[in-house]
C-alpha cells in the first residue's frame, strides 16, 4: 500500500476479484463517478433542451464567421475536437480549438468564440470570453449557471448555454458537447439533427448498460479492456480523424482516473514514426524475453509491456472528401495489428457502431470511459479524488 501524506493511496498491482464484487466498487467510488459516467445519454438531452432555451439564433444575423474558435481547456477544451471532427473536411470555415487565455491575435468581428468551462470560471474560458467582447467578436458560452462566465456572457449580451454542475468535468464530456455542436449548427457549419441526438444518447446507454458494475468481466467490455491494461504502458491509437478524437478522450481519462501513463495519437502519423515503439525495450524486446512458464503474481515491474489499444472507425465517409480513404485507413490498422501480433505486443481493438459521426463517435468513447474507472477502481484509487490535480491547482493559486 502507498500512503503519502499527499492523500495518495492504493496499490500497484491490480485487485482483479474486485470488478466482480458490486459492493466493493460502490465503496471504492465514494464521488460516483461510474454513476456519473452512466448519465452520459442523460447528459446529450439535457443539453440538447437547454441549448433550446438559448437564443442560438441570433448568431447567423451576421452570416457564416470568418473562423470560429473554442476556448477551454481539458475536457472542455476537447469539445473543440468533437466539433471539428464531426463538422468534417468539408467545414466551410476553420474550427480551431484554443487552450490558453485569451484569444488568438487575428480574431476580431468577424468570427465565433465558443467559450468552454464546466465550473464556469477556467481561466481560460473567462480570459477568451472578455477578449472576444473588447474586440466585437460574436461570443457563446458554455459553462455553470450563475457562474462568472455566465457574467461575462450577459454583459456581452450572448448566448450563454448553463450545464448544471453534477460531476467533474471529464465525467461531463457530453454535457458540454452538444452546447457546441448546436451553436455550430445555427452557424450553419455542423449537420446534427434531433435524430443523431437521440440515436447517440441511446448509443451511451446501452453502452451504459453493458458496462454496469452488476455486469460479470467476461461479459462488460469496460472490466474487460481495464483488466487487459492493467501494469501495462497503454498505446491507444485511432485509424481515422473521428477515432483519434475518441483515443486522445481515452488518454486523458486514463491518465486523470486510473494515473496510468498513456501515449496516444492517430494511426496515420503513428506510422511514421510512434509504431516503433512496437519494436523497443517495453515491446517486442520485452515479449521476445518473456518467459511463458512465469507466474505473472511474483513480477516485480520489471515486465511492464506495452498493450495497444486500436480504436477502428470504419466509418461512412464515402461521401467525404477526407485525406484518407477509409479503405486506406483499414489496410492501415490491419497491418499495425499484424505487426503487433507478430512481435507478441497484445492488443485490443474498439470497432464504431452507429449511423452518424457522432453516434460512432460516442461508441469509441463510452467503453473506454468505464474503463479507465475500473483501472483506476481495481488499484484502490478513488477516480474522482486526485490529489495532484488539487495541490497543482492549490500551488499555481498561490
Request: with cysteine.
Amino acid at each position: 500500500m502507498i500512503d503519502g501524506t499527499a492523500g495518495v493511496s492504493g496499490r500497484r498491482d491490480a485487485d482483479e476479484a474486485l470488478l466482480d464484487n458490486p459492493e466493493a466498487l460502490a465503496e471504492r467510488d465514494p464521488g460516483g463517478m461510474l454513476r456519473h459516467t452512466a448519465s452520459a445519454g442523460a447528459q446529450v438531452r439535457e443539453s440538447a433542451a437547454l441549448a433550446a432555451e438559448a437564443n442560438l439564433a441570433v448568431l447567423a444575423d451576421d452570416g457564416r464567421p470568418r473562423a470560429v474558435v473554442i476556448a477551454g481547456i481539458g475536457t472542455a477544451g476537447r469539445t473543440g475536437d468533437v466539433l471539428a471532427t464531426v463538422a468534417g473536411p468539408r467545414c466551410p470555415v476553420p474550427i480551431i480549438g484554443h487552450r490558453s487565455a485569451g484569444v488568438p491575435g487575428w480574431v476580431g468581428a468577424a468570427d465565433v468564440v465558443i467559450a468552454v468551462s464546466a465550473s464556469g470560471r477556467s481561466p481560460e474560458a473567462l480570459g477568451a470570453a472578455e477578449a472576444a467582447h473588447r474586440r466585437g467578436a460574436r461570443l457563446v458560452a458554455v459553462g455553470a449557471p450563475d457562474s462568472q462566465l455566465q457574467s461575462i456572457a450577459e454583459q456581452a449580451r450572448a448566448p450563454f448555454i448553463p450545464v448544471p454542475r453534477r460531476a467533474p468535468a471529464r465525467a461531463s464530456l457530453w454535457a458540454l458537447t452538444v452546447p457546441v455542436l448546436l451553436a455550430a449548427r445555427s452557424l450553419g457549419l455542423v449537420k446534427v439533427n434531433e435524430a443523431d441526438l437521440a440515436e447517440t444518447a441511446a448509443r451511451l446507454d446501452a453502452d451504459a448498460d453493458r458496462c454496469r458494475s452488476a455486469a460479470e468481466s467476461f461479459v462488460n467490455p469496460a472490466k474487460s479492456l481495464a483488466l487487459g491494461l492493467a501494469g501495462s504502458i497503454p498505446i491507444v491509437w485511432g485509424s481515422s480523424p473521428l477515432a483519434t478524437v475518441a483515443a486522445r478522450r481515452f488518454g486523458d481519462t486514463l491518465s486523470a482516473n486510473a494515473r496510468y501513463p498513456v501515449v496516444t495519437g492517430a494511426l496515420g502519423e503513428a506510422g511514421r514514426g510512434r509504431v516503433g515503439l512496437l519494436d523497443g525495450v517495453f515491446g517486442g524486446l520485452a515479449e521476445g524475453e518473456r518467459d511463458i512458464f512465469a507466474d505473472p503474481a511474483e513480477d516485480d515491474g520489471e515486465g511492464t509491456r506495452l498493450r495497444l489499444v486500436l480504436l477502428r472507425d470504419g466509418g461512412l465517409n464515402a461521401e467525404d472528401d477526407t485525406d484518407e480513404p477509409l479503405a486506406v485507413e483499414e489496410r492501415r490498422a490491419d497491418a499495425v495489428q499484424t505487426l503487433a501480433e507478430r512481435r507478441g505486443v497484445r492488443c485490443d481493438v474498439v470497432t464504431a457502431e452507429g449511423g452518424s459521426a457522432l453516434e460512432r463517435l460516442a461508441s469509441l468513447i463510452a467503453v473506454p470511459d468505464f474503463a479507465s474507472i475500473y483501472l483506476a477502481l481495481a488499484h484502490g484509487l478513488d477516480p474522482m479524488a486526485v490529489p495532484a490535480i488539487t495541490e497543482m491547482k492549490e500551488l499555481s493559486n498561490q
